[in-house]
């Protein structure tokens, strides 16, 4: 976290920098407020994205879908407060991830016969906010914003683990649906080609960095102790965007 801390500090003094540029030049084009629609792909990348039995951070997601609105008010020449809000899709577990758990449960606890299932999906919303300087050549704008906010989950996989294929009770565990929220921060760069006074349009990419959204296990005994055991998943996404911008 102290590093993602640095990093983000870092972006901040970068962009008052360029704002102080920008106040001893005041032949510089200014930009204009806009609120941009976007949609595209949202990429999970590190701990979220990959599919590893023994990681606990593994979150076994995949990429989806992404869209939703980026405005952008400017407060003094090319700086702006801008604020992101998406919505988006990192799919669910596939066979080949059921079937890799299944395994590893039976390794961890020597059973014979363990069945995973899973229903539900990764969803999340996001919402962001920071400050973002922008520069302008001919037609082409070049936004650079460093922010901070939330991720809500509105869905995670809610996994069933049988072992034996016993009905009892004792021999089933669970790992439950996530609605939680969590703090994150993120940087992004966004290219957009002027169409007139009043239109653009443009291509982002966004990085998003949580330390995790909370997760709930059920009817466990040896939670923590033995096996997979997921308490915290951690969420870091790449979004790559199209979008058409209203300049006001």
Do not use: H
């Amino acid at each position: 976290m102290k590093k993602n801390l640095t990093i983000l500090s870092a972006i901040l003094i970068t962009l008052f920098l360029f704002s102080l540029k920008a106040s001893a030049q005041d032949d510089n084009p200014q930009a204009k407020s806009y609120l941009t629609f976007l949609g595209g792909i949202s990429s999970p990348v590190s701990n979220f994205g990959q599919a590893n039995y023994s990681n606990n951070s593994a979150g076994f997601a995949k990429p989806g879908a992404a869209f939703g609105f980026d405005l952008a008010i400017y407060v003094y020449k090319n700086l702006a407060i801008g604020i992101t809000g998406t919505f988006q899709d990192q799919g669910e577990l596939d066979f080949n991830d059921v079937t890799l758990l299944a395994n590893g449960y039976n390794t961890s606890f020597a059973k014979d016969v363990t069945n995973v299932t899973a229903v539900n999906r990764y969803q999340n919303i996001n919402l962001m906010a920071g400050p973002q300087y922008t520069f302008l050549y001919k037609k082409f704008t070049l936004d650079l914003r460093a922010s901070a906010g939330i991720i809500k989950s509105t869905s995670t996989p809610y996994t069933t683990i049988n072992f034996d294929n016993s009905a009892s009770a004792a021999a089933t565990f669970y790992q439950l649906n996530s609605t939680a929220i969590a703090l994150a921060y993120s940087g992004s760069v966004g290219l957009r080609y002027s169409l007139g006074d009043s239109w653009d349009v443009g291509i982002k990419a966004n990085y998003i960095n949580s330390d995790g959204i909370k997760i709930d296990n059920s009817n466990n005994p040896d939670a923590g102790t033995v096996g997979r055991y997921v308490t915290k998943q951690p969420i870091t996404e790449i979004q790559t965007t199209l979008g058409i911008t209203l300049k006001f």
